[in-house]
């Protein structure tokens, strides 16, 4: 197999044929745009068994996903799809860098769930896409921003629930997409703890935030995550 992408935390692979991909999930752990940057023995593992669950339920569920076959512990087989360079973030609490922007207090819930664009842009701290700009820089066409946003909310539906079901409150997540040769967007790439802002009941903080602040046992809560996914999947 040939490496023909690698990012921080993730690589992608084509076989010999050329027309096979595979998406490797790797131990490293990164934050603040690499400032911080360790490995964590086992968690490409846990992160590759957490995107495979959410996405058979996702499937399950009707969306459509690049996403095609588990192929080992830290692989899964993905189809041919064309990444569009956009973070897609849904938000059902206020956090992060909404607190940033917006008085609010921490975790507050949203009168409803937020939707914002991103353009994925390391150098330049991934600026904030109104509509216009998505458009204006050839992101995507009006029509694809409707659909990437009622996706997003779609997905965030079946993920409040799933995670409401394991005692854990959704905060928000990124998610990206990419299109097939024939131009239909699909979903692709991770939703996992270090996507995803997962709080226990008690507010305990179950995702890469425990990375972020330095607050340890980050396996642990990944670990923990998959086992309650486990129980209710
Ligand atoms: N997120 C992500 N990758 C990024 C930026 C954000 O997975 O490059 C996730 C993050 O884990 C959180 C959500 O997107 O679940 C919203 O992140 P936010 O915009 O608040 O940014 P942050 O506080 O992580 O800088």
New binding site residues.
């Given amino acids: 197999m040939k490496k023909i992408g690698e990012g921080k935390t993730k690589a992608v692979f084509q076989d010999e044929t050329g027309k096979r991909y595979f998406l490797r999930f790797k131990d490293d752990i990164t934050a603040f745009n690499m400032e911080k940057h360790e490995q964590l023995q086992g968690k490409g593992a846990l992160n590759c068994d957490i995107t495979w669950m959410i996405y058979e339920h996702l499937k399950k569920n009707g969306i459509d996903t690049s996403y095609i076959a588990r192929t080992d512990e830290i692989t899964i087989e993905v189809s041919d799809v064309k990444m569009i360079p956009v973070?897609v973030?849904v938000?059902n609490r206020a956090?992060?860098?909404?607190l940033k922007r917006f008085d609010l207090v921490s975790g507050a819930k949203l009168d409803f769930p937020l939707v914002e664009f991103?353009y994925k842009d390391d150098e330049r701290n991934?600026p904030q896409l109104t509509r216009e700009l998505f458009e204006l820089m050839d992101l995507a066409t009006p029509e694809e921003i409707e659909e990437l946003k009622r996706s997003a909310k779609k997905i965030n539906g079946i993920l409040l629930a799933l995670f409401e079901s394991c005692g854990i409150s959704l905060?928000?997540?990124?998610i990206e997409f990419g299109k097939d040769p024939s131009g239909k967007l699909l979903l692709a790439d991770e939703i996992d703890p270090?996507?995803?802002?997962l709080w226990g009941q008690d507010g305990e903080m179950l995702?890469?935030e425990r990375f972020?602040k330095g607050m340890g046992k980050i396996v642990e809560s990944y670990k923990d995550i998959q086992g309650r996914l486990k129980g209710v999947l």
Wanted: net charge neutral; proline share 0%.
């Fill in positions: 973070e973030v938000r956090y992060g860098s909404f991103f991934d905060v928000d997540f990124k270090d996507s995803c802002r995702d890469k972020r």
